[in-house]
């Protein structure tokens, strides 16, 4: 199945995912597994939801055989889609979730351990101006390693700090 988005068009922050797991590729809403509750948890614990305040979608819109990491021949193809997508919803927001979002739109190989806890500016050939961007752990990373959960509450504090000051 396409998993293209969920959430919010008019919402001020746009998270961008990996890809579909098999329950996205069965339902057809990214983050809607384990990774999804634990998202959902995370985003209310700042006042935020998908239904009304974020919008979603992933950086590949299928599930990559055997659930693996996508390939960047399947980023590369799927990016000038992302590009639009992100210019059509127009966020203040773009929070990158895991490594293969933070590869692909910041166009750099540095993990995601060292990209958090700052802002960065994205741009593409369809935004007018950059948007403000941010890396964090993605759910499923968190749901496999706990003790990382307390430097995703610090990004999350930090984008609930961003979003009251603009």
């Known amino acids: ?57 992933n950086t590949v819109f299928w599930r990559p055989p055997g659930n693996r990491q996508p390939s960047r021949e399947e980023t590369s193809i799927c990016l000038p889609l992302v590009e639009k997508h992100i210019a059509l919803i127009g966020p203040r927001l773009i929070i990158l979730s895991g490594g293969t979002a933070a590869t692909t739109l910041l166009n750099n190989e540095v993990s995601v351990s060292r990209l958090r806890g700052k802002f960065y500016d994205y741009s593409n050939i369809y935004l007018p101006a950059p948007i403000r961007t941010a890396v964090t752990y993605h759910p499923s990373y968190l749901l496999r390693s706990p003790g990382q959960k307390r430097l995703a509450w610090s990004d999350l504090l930090l984008f609930k700090k961003l979003l009251e000051e603009s």
């Open 1 to 57: 199945k396409t998993v293209f988005a969920d959430g919010n068009p008019k919402a001020r922050v746009m998270i961008i995912g990996e890809a579909p797991g098999a329950q996205e590729d069965i339902q057809g809403i990214p983050f809607c597994g384990p990774s999804g509750i634990l998202l959902d948890k995370m985003l209310a614990a700042i006042g935020l939801s998908r239904a009304e305040s974020v919008y979603i979608s």
